[in-house]
């Protein structure tokens, strides 16, 4: 497999961390939940020591430690609203207000402090189906997501190296 596969299955990575990005559908994987998910599509017929080699070689990671602050949105990745706890010290984020409103009852009750904010979101997908949801910066109508956050790096750059 070289990097024109990478390209030919539109595949990209983000930095920092180093994540594979699925083009087609916007959506970002650690190094070994991808494997399975390319093969939804129709062109996909890598081998998985193959994929998994060059994946290691471009240092894709093999997990991801979601972040306790916002971050720039990883560019390429699909942005959606979600719901975080403004409780003081609390980072979680929620994709909806009822699993907001469970986590507030188990772990804030009776406090004063408790309570919602609409937030954007975004989804690292990992092994075994898990999916990470992290809160990041908004963007605005005006603001270019290429330019808030790390910039895109094209697997033709980034592996350049690997071939």
């Known amino acids: 497999m070289s990097k024109q596969d990478l390209e030919k ?16 559908c ?7 939940a991808l494997f399975n998910h390319m093969k939804i599509h129709d062109n996909f017929n890598e081998t998985p020591e193959l994929f998994e080699m060059l994946l290691e070689r471009s240092r894709v990671v093999r997990t991801f430690t979601v972040p306790s602050h916002p971050i720039p949105p990883l560019p390429g990745v699909q942005i959606f609203m979600g719901k975080r706890c403004v409780h003081p010290q609390c980072s979680e984020v929620f994709l909806n207000a009822i699993m907001l409103h469970k986590h507030v009852k188990s772990r804030h009750a009776g406090t004063a402090e408790s309570g919602a904010a609409d937030c954007e979101l975004q989804e690292v997908h990992g092994l075994n189906d898990s999916r990470l949801h992290f809160r990041v910066l908004a963007v605005t109508d005006s603001d270019d997501a290429e330019s808030k956050g790390c910039s895109h790096l ?7 190296h690997v071939s």
Not at 9 to 24: K, W
């Open 9 to 24: 299955h539109q595949i990209s990575l983000t930095c920092s961390p180093i994540l594979a990005v699925c083009r087609r």
């Open 26 to 32: 916007s959506m970002a994987f650690t190094r070994g």
């Open 154 to 160: 094209l697997t033709t750059q980034v592996l350049s």
